[in-house]
């Protein structure tokens, strides 16, 4: 998968995936960080549960910096979807929403 780099005000650039269909993430059942994603103990997400899924894009959104984290553990439709009610860095939705455009408006 290609991803670009949108630099930000962020202390590094934001990975983004060129397209959402690119994002095949699993949409359901239990997914566990990596610690380089998430540096809690607690880095365990059942995608059942609203806040769960939240937390988990917004860890992976913020923290990557590799488009394959991107690939493995989002999933387009449902990034699209709830796209609203992630709480991001500023430098992030800006990143994601000027690649895809679309986003914006879901």
Known sequence: MQATLASTHLARPVV???????????????VELPVRLMWSSERTFDLAEPDDLLWLYENVLRETTRADDLRALIDGRTLRRVWRRLNLPRGVRQAWESRHRGLRTA
């Not at 983004?16 to 239990?30: I, M, Q, S, W």
């Open 16 to 30: 983004v995936a060129r397209t959402l269909a690119e994002l095949t993430g699993p949409t359901g059942g239990v």
